[in-house]
């Protein structure tokens, strides 16, 4: 059975519900799934893939996420590695937004893995100045693409080699 590390930062958990998703989805395709907090993750040569997902803030990564990245960047031969990352709130959701500098520089490391954009979530009732602002501007809603999360976790299966 085959090893997957699903490794998440998120702010409001929108992130870490794609995270699940996916680990879920990963499951019910027959891998073993880890879905841990990236501030959390660790063993990383443990696992036959490792999947890293943050929330995207002001055009950021979450800082533990960088950091799992780099670890992963540390290791002698890193397992294959995907990335996601979750921000869009309107209807260009599922445009593939860039990687940030540092973290586009840390995949290049790791052999460019496949990126995939997600769409985020922002609650109406949120907290944060920058976020109600947000919100008044009418920016509050879901555009997480529960199919494109599936998808993304299905190219993953599909990639993976059973181990004994
Ligand atoms: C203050 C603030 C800044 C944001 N900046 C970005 C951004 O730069 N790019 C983006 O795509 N989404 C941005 N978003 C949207 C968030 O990424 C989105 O709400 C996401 O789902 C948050 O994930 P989380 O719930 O896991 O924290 C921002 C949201 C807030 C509140």
Partial sequence: ?????????????????????????????????????????????????????????????????????????????????????????????NEPQPLPGRVFDLAHDLGDPQVTTFGGRLAPDTHGFIAKAMVRNGKAGDWRDQGAISAFADEIADSLVPTP
């Fill in 1 to 93: 059975m085959a090893r997957v590390l699903i490794v998440h930062a998120s702010k409001r958990g929108g992130t870490s519900e794609i995270a699940e998703s996916i680990g879920r989805r990963l499951s019910e395709r027959g891998a073993a799934v880890d879905v841990v907090p990236a501030n959390r993750a660790h063993r990383f040569r443990d696992y036959d893939a490792v999947v890293v997902g943050s929330a995207l803030y002001g055009g950021r990564w979450r800082h533990a996420a960088v950091r799992a990245l780099r670890k992963l960047t540390h290791l002698s031969q890193p397992p294959p590695v995907w990335l996601f990352h979750s921000g869009p709130l309107d209807e260009l959701a």
